[in-house]
């Protein structure tokens, strides 16, 4: 699969700063269910311009990941690569020896940023804040440059906070326009923690929204490009996911307009609450 030919060069990404200091570019490439041709697909990305890619555990990806990095002529310092902690590994000796093979698989000496996948509220006698303890160890060696969590709800976060040395930098949530996760968005801006928006295409459902498109127009803009802005324009993280080369591409072009606070307004009204969430409530996620 050769890289899409764009009709603009790749972009200058922007960065959020994390706790530590170090940047993260605030879009990247993510790689839920991509699981076929995963070398091919990511080092399409990567050709485009993305330099931040999200992985996990849970996607059984990381070796072709680590395989289009390798092969991509990149140097490490200018990748931006995330994983995630498997729901199965949360005692502290799965976690530290998953997170060997996850180095071991992305052929890297450390990864920029490690996350808790699920807090699974009904596992584990409930305790998360010992697996929290491991990531900790993790980023003290320099293993994990930045560490954090995902789909973390406040009442999980609170207790990591109440017993936790390190606050963690990021909140890897659901959001996208049908269901915001403002509460969530707040509370971690209030912590100082990042909020990365998965599914920020809704899975691709913002594709084919009239009000998303209609208001694309006036930019010039698709629809997916303007889910990707009004994220973009909170202040979240978003890495969309294609396997689709001429997509990769459109959704790297999201750096040249900008929503009004009346478009912006527009896009918050689609929000259909719980009615809108595409995947498992946190409090629910059960799956080992
Ligand atoms: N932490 C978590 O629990 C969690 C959960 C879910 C996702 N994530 C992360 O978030 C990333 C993004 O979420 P996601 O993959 O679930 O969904 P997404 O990025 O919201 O949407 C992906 C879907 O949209 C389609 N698409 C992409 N760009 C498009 C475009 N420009 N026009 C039309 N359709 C387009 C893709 O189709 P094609 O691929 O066929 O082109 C795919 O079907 C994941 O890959 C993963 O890294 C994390």
């Given amino acids: ?11 200058d990404i922007p960065t959020l700063t994390l706790a530590t200091g170090a940047a993260i ?18 080092s399409s990305a990567l050709a485009l311009g993305y330099r931040h890619i999200d992985t996990a555990q849970m996607y059984h990806n990381e070796a ?38 996850t180095l071991l698989d992305l052929r890297t000496d450390y990864v920029d940023l490690f996350l808790i996948h699920w807090p699974l509220p009904m596992h584990y006698g409930g305790d998360f804040v010992t697996t929290w303890k491991v990531l900790e160890e993790f980023l003290a060696d320099g293993r994990a440059r930045a560490i954090g969590v995902s789909n973390f709800e406040p009442h999980h976060l609170r207790r ?16 996208h326009p049908y269901l915001p996760n403002r509460a969530v968005h707040d509370f971690d801006a209030e912590h ?14 913002a594709a084919s929204d009239p009000v998303l498109a209609e208001i694309g127009e006036a930019h010039g803009a698709t629809a997916s490009q303007v889910a990707l802005r009004w ?25 040249s307009f900008e929503l009004s ?26 799956r080992l």
């Avoid at 699969?1 to 972009?11: D, G, I, V």
């Avoid at 990149?74 to 502290?92: G, Y």
């Fill in 231 to 255: 994220a973009l324009q909170r202040g979240d993280i978003v890495f969309p996911k294609s396997v689709t080369p001429a997509r990769q591409a459109e959704n790297l072009q999201v750096f």
């Fill in 261 to 286: 606070a009346d478009e912006v307004q527009r896009i918050d009204a689609l929000n259909e609450g719980e009615k809108g969430r595409t995947g498992t409530h946190p409090d629910l996620m059960d």
């Fill in 64 to 101: 072709e990941v680590g395989q289009a990095w390798a092969g991509s002529g990149i140097a490490r310092e200018d990748l931006f690569l995330t994983s995630k902690l498997d729901n199965p590994n949360h005692e502290p000796s799965a976690a530290r020896r998953s997170f060997a093979q």
């Fill in 160 to 175: 990591v906070l109440d017993h936790a040395d390190i606050t963690p930098m990021v909140n890897q949530v659901e959001a």
């Fill in 25 to 42: 570019p605030q879009l990247g490439f993510g790689t839920y269910k991509v699981t076929e041709k995963v070398v091919e697909v990511v």
């Fill in 192 to 205: 100082g923690i990042l909020t990365e928006a998965w599914s920020p295409l809704a899975r691709g459902r």
């Fill in 1 to 11: 699969m050769a890289p899409a030919s764009t009709p603009h060069p790749a972009p």
